[in-house]
């Protein structure tokens, strides 16, 4: 199914304001909780698309994740503990952190846990000082290496993203169905579109297909995409291969 027919100029999707970004990280938040509590015991054991977590590794991130951005002192653990690594990025570094020191939890444990942690993580990131969020600026790893991603972006979009993205790779691990709304699933891949696009600068025409999808463009000549838009999304985060402008690597 395709949202709409009318394509939308890729240069006039908004960006989100940081209030509006906060309603979608609680709808985000409460989409993987009710997704893990309807996980079966066996389910906790698959395989997903990141090679070194199962769905119970791939849950203890997402607490950790949402612990650290609700306490200040949790993320300088996280941070010293990854700066510590022998090699290897800082980013996977405080992952495999956060998966080790909560690897001891139950499943039910990881689920309440992020009950707690989740509504405490948004309003820790609801209450970001505004010079904060403009002026810091974080460096990344590759494949964003030479980036400096403004904090800002990290609270109102990227952390988002990344629990929207392991939500997608628990689906898809444990053969599900994930539950999608335009207003919200259409918003999130909107935004991942404008920053494909901002990206690679290049004229293109996209159709996403499925409830979160829509049909966007710019200028004439471009490559033509028409493609489902988890599949999309999946490529661009670098979980499947693309080609063409779909090698476009966007953070998630």
Not at 102 to 108: E, I, K, P, Q, Y
Not at 190 to 198: F, I, K, P, S, Y
Not at 225 to 252: H, Q, S, Y
Request: hydrophobic letters at 40%; glycine letters at 10%.
């Amino acid at each position: 199914m395709t949202v709409t027919s009318t394509r939308t100029e890729v240069d006039t999707i908004r960006g989100l304001s940081h209030r509006e970004a906060m309603g979608f990280a609680e709808t985000e938040f409460a989409r993987m909780i009710a997704l893990l509590q309807q996980l079966q015991p066996e389910q906790w054991q698959r395989q997903t698309i990141c090679e070194l977590w199962d769905v119970r590794a791939m849950a203890g991130h997402v607490l950790g994740m949402a612990q650290a951005q609700a306490s200040f002192p949790q993320f300088i653990h996280d941070l010293r503990s990854a700066r510590k690594r022998s090699g290897g990025s800082m980013i996977d570094a405080m992952n495999a952190t956060q998966v080790k020191e909560r690897s001891h939890l139950t499943a039910v444990e990881v689920v309440d846990g992020l009950v707690s942690a989740s509504s405490r993580a948004v309003r820790a990131r609801r209450r970001s000082p505004a010079p904060m969020r403009w002026l810091l600026r974080i460096p990344q790893d590759p494949p964003f290496q030479g980036e400096r991603l403004q904090y800002g972006f990290l609270v109102d979009t990227i952390f988002t993203r990344d629990t929207w993205i392991h939500r997608l790779d628990i689906v898809r691990a444990t053969g599900g169905e994930m539950v999608l709304t335009h207003d919200h699933d259409g918003r999130i891949v909107a935004d991942a579109v404008a920053d494909w696009a901002g990206r690679h600068g290049q004229p293109f025409d996209l159709t996403l297909t499925g409830p979160a999808g829509g049909h966007w463009g710019r200028g004439t000549d471009g490559e033509t995409f028409e493609l489902d838009a988890l599949d999309f999304c999946w490529t661009i985060a670098g979980r499947g291969p693309g080609g063409g402008l779909l090698k476009t690597r966007v953070p998630f």
